[in-house]
């Protein structure tokens, strides 16, 4: 492992750690709900959160600033899994390599869980103890919503279901539209939030989040074909069984990695307005195709 | 019907129809998931809003500031509607006078059309264009957050579903600060907005919106046992098909109705700072414990 890998993994442990603790500072764990919610949100990788973290870091905003607002994606990001997850939508036992919330508990847990995961995302974003100033929340707030709603994420997550459930093929061009709002929404919100935390241009950070999003989901499509469920924390091979088209059914496994390298450096390009600062940002994104989980 | 009574009716239908404006504004037809949300809106009363609105207005905000926030709590309320009517929930069909959202579509496209519902809340009450300030915007989305989270709303919801598949009997305590939660965190949020966005102290506006909430929720056990599913726009009975507590189970038809008029005055009395300023407010009061929808 070189030194930029390590010096990321360190940087994403230690902020995952600070956004962990403060999500569960938010929840107790005195009934099934908050249990629930306490479940769906053990094993992930933050990445959105360190996204959060590191894009206001390299804006000058303080981690202790920057922190509410990741747990707060993280929190949203908890929310969609835990709904796409249940028996109607895509059925899923297995996420962040523990039962699904309606596999432990039920269905009815399973939605109230996802639905105070998304009001705790806005809480977490609005709360004035977070002390960035209330222009800053209202504009944040105001994003989150837009990116979490029914004309990004949830259209995104509805295109997916309508996918599977019919004959339609989708070409390329669908899957990446679709892609760009179930996956790409929050990521960019993600990236974006350093610049407006810190005031300035958001251009360079939603070109980087945008090719960003995209090879995500590129290796998200390589894992299901290529990984092993154990490792993925999730059921692989779902997409291939269900005939659905996926990057990696349209451009064949070698061309789906190429597509990603070539998303990767894009986006590494879109940051070289900030030099040095943005390494981590540049190591994440070698890191999101390297991943096997 | 009295002036007052009239006065009351004709100022709800007023900001009702603007309300529901601002909210179709905000949401296309051109797929299911948007079509099923502006059904889940289809029909509703708009109480909240209003309460909103006219809190807005003795506190000297116009209703061109405050319709946003007016039509961010009745999504909010509409999401909380089409997730409790779930199968696996309250399993309703029947709401508004129009079938439930998993009834006219799916399960999968109730869950959606919910969850982006409570997305558009935020996004109305943070949304730079309605003109209120950030401090105001950012106030009142972190409250709604608090108020629709897993501390009132949904532990609220959480609750009811847990005293119907156990054999425990709720008392009157019980049931009480089960419905705090459930009915009465969204109506203190809506009656108490108009002095936040007024500035003033919110004091009154709270008194007022507790007794009202308990007072809301004894007349919908009141409609439950003596109302028709045709007039009130939700089967009606259900309660008592199974087994469940009520006000009215616990203190009899009279006695809820007692209990509810006793209510709807310390209301009316928390509102005597505003004088007759808050005319339609107290006889909104009056017109909630009489209404049979």
Chains 1, 2 share one sequence.
Not at 101 to 126: P, Q
């Amino acid at each position: 492992m070189n030194s930029a890998t390590s010096a990321l993994l360190e940087g994403m442990l230690s902020d995952s750690k600070s956004i962990s603790n403060c999500l569960h500072s938010f929840i107790g764990n005195g009934n099934d709900l908050e249990l629930s919610m306490r479940h769906a949100l053990h094993g992930g990788k933050n990445v959105r959160g360190f996204l959060v973290m590191e894009s206001a870091r390299i804006h000058g905003i303080s981690p202790l600033l920057s922190v509410m607002p990741a747990a707060g994606i993280e929190a949203m990001h908890a929310y969609s899994l835990v709904h796409d997850d249940l028996p109607c939508m895509d059925d899923d036992d297995m996420r962040r390599g523990q039962p699904t919330v309606h596999v432990k508990w039920n269905e009815h847990t399973a939605i109230l869980a996802g639905d105070a995961l998304l009001s705790l995302a806005f809480r977490l974003v609005c709360d004035p103890s977070c002390k960035l100033s209330s222009d800053i929340r209202a504009e944040l707030a105001f994003r989150l919503a837009v990116a979490g709603g029914h004309g990004k994420l949830i259209l995104g997550q509805a295109l997916d279901i309508e996918a599977e459930n019919s004959d339609l093929t989708h070409d390329l061009e669908a899957i990446r539209n679709l892609q760009s709002h179930k996956t790409g929404a929050l990521i960019e919100w993600s990236a974006t939030a350093g610049a407006i935390m810190g005031g300035a241009d958001e251009n360079a950070m939603s070109s980087y989040a945008k090719s960003l999003g995209l090879a995500f989901q590129i290796q998200d499509d390589v894992i299901d074909v290529t990984g092993s469920s154990s490792v993925a924390g999730k059921t692989v091979g779902k997409d291939e069984k269900a005939g659905k088209a996926t990057f990696v059914s349209l451009l064949g496994l070698e061309g789906a990695k190429r597509e990603a390298q070539s998303l990767v450096q894009n986006a590494c390009d879109a940051l070289s307005v900030y030099g040095r600062k943005a390494e981590l940002l540049k190591e994440l994104a070698n890191f999101v195709i390297s991943r096997e989980f």
